[in-house]
């Protein structure tokens, strides 16, 4: 995930309809809110659209522009202005974040280093979820993984699905978004942990009654 100040504008005219013949999945319709919208832009605004840097001639798409696009257009149906700050805490794009994150680590004193879930709850549109046997299809997930070199990287998504998983005693997740692995946004082929020594997962869930 790139850190930039870049403003991603998404105008949706239309909802996309499920492409014909689709049948592995429930209807977008009948998925959480925020993962209904997430899979909509998929298959409509960002259809053929591939991962890199974000440009709309290239159609290229990062993780975090992808959910600041979903962020945009939950807060738009619901009437609410998505503002420069809250799109700058989405793409934890922060002039005054001098830590080397690759090298270091997030701070784990900085909520900023928790992205979408940290946006949701500080402007009120949700709440923080620290307990992962309570994370729910639809939530808003920024992570950070420290790699076995000791570098660091970090990846935003939705919750796509979660399973506890009895062997390790961890909950694991497929999680929806713009995927480096998949070149472009899908469900990941890889379950994510949701806990351990060498990762921050910070979880955030959009309120209905907003």
Not at 131 to 142: E, F, N, T, W
Not at 154 to 167: N, P, V, W
Not at 189 to 198: Q, V, Y
Request: glycine content about 10%; overall charge neutral.
């Amino acid at each position: 995930m790139k850190q930039r100040s870049g403003i991603l504008a998404v105008l949706i005219t239309g909802v996309a309809v499920l492409a014909a013949g689709q049948t592995n999945r429930a209807p977008v319709s009948a998925l959480p809110e925020p993962l209904a919208v997430a899979h909509e832009l998929n298959e409509g605004v960002f259809c053929g659209w591939t991962y890199g840097s974000y440009s709309a001639g290239k159609k290229h798409l990062d993780c975090t522009t992808f959910v600041s696009a979903v962020l945009d257009t939950l807060l738009s149906r619901r009437g609410i202005p998505y503002t420069r700050d809250m799109r700058r805490d989405v793409l934890i794009s922060h002039p005054d974040m001098t830590r080397n994150v690759v090298k270091e680590g997030p701070d784990p004193e900085d909520l900023r280093y928790g992205g979408i879930a940290y946006a949701v709850e500080k402007y009120g549109f949700g709440t923080g979820i620290a307990d992962m046997s309570q994370v729910k299809p639809g939530d808003l997930i920024q992570y950070w993984v420290q790699r076995k070199n000791g570098t660091w990287f970090g990846h935003a998504s939705l919750i796509e699905s979660i399973r506890y998983d009895k062997e390790d005693g961890t909950y694991k997740a497929k999680i929806f978004g713009c995927h480096k692995s998949s070149d472009g946004i899908a469900v990941s082929d890889f379950e994510l942990k949701l806990s351990g020594d060498d990762r921050m997962v910070y979880i955030g869930r959009m309120t209905q009654d907003r």
